[in-house]
């Protein structure tokens, strides 16, 4: 089955610096690479998403490549702000697949911005 | 959009007692609901995948008969704890997926369990 590996386990910046974390993904059937932002006791919350027919999506101050000869992909946040702080997965999925969508997530990064 | 509500939030039960804990999709409907429960400062473990009107598939290792899954419509999917033991306290996450095969998931903001 699919395995994520997700780096690193803990982030610390200070406010307004960049931050990116790293995910690998094994199965290369893979083509749905959401990324979630969890902060405590609150379920995750979407906040981007990619297909394996692109490289590259932007949202604000929020980036996601993937590699999918690599078999990796990233987040990376600008600009960072202290509410920024949380808890972000990434996860795979094969979308179309005969597995009703089921997604396999990263073992989780704790982001700390500090003002 | 894409609001996904879970009720309770919170319960405490005594051990031996059932809990049902409830998901709905507030603004769409959903190709496929999924159950997930989270350990302290763990990843999310997926515990089943419903679909309405059919049985749930249960994930390897998680018992169907403990947790009953019930999905009555495309907005509504129940989890219910049977039995439940002081080891089935846990933090309960539901998911409500659109798309070809329900991949895009919108997250429920989670039931904390404790069982006494």
């Known amino acids: 089955g699919e395995n994520v590996e997700q780096h690193p386990s803990t982030l610390s910046v200070q406010e307004g610096d960049s931050a990116v974390i790293k995910c690998t993904y094994s199965?290369?059937?893979?083509?749905?690479f959401p990324w979630y932002k969890q902060e405590l006791g609150k379920g995750p919350q979407l906040i981007i998403d990619i297909r394996s027919n692109v490289g590259e999506k932007k949202d604000q101050r929020i980036a996601v490549t993937l590699n999918k000869t690599a078999k990796h992909f990233s987040l990376h946040i600008t600009e960072t702000q202290p509410e920024d702080s949380a808890v972000y997965f990434c996860a795979a999925s094969i979308a179309g697949g005969t597995s009703y969508g089921k997604l396999t997530f990263g073992q989780g990064t704790i982001l700390t911005v500090h003002p | 959009g894409a609001v996904v509500s879970q009720h309770p939030s919170r319960v405490i039960c005594k051990s031996g007692t059932s809990v049902k804990i409830e998901c709905r999709s507030l603004d769409f409907q959903a190709t496929t609901m999924f159950w997930y429960r989270q350990f302290p400062k763990k990843s999310l473990m997926l515990m089943a995948t419903s679909n309405e009107g059919s049985k749930a598939t249960y994930e390897q290792g998680v018992e169907k008969d403990k947790f009953l899954i019930n999905h009555a419509s495309l907005t509504l999917s129940t989890l219910t704890v049977t039995s439940a033991h002081p080891e089935d306290s846990s933090f309960y996450i539901c998911?409500?997926?659109?798309?070809?095969?329900?991949?895009?998931?919108?997250f429920g903001p989670g039931t904390r369990l404790l069982v006494l």
């Open positions: 199965d290369s059937a893979s083509n749905y």
């Open positions: 998911s409500a997926g659109v798309g070809v095969r329900g991949e895009t998931q919108y």
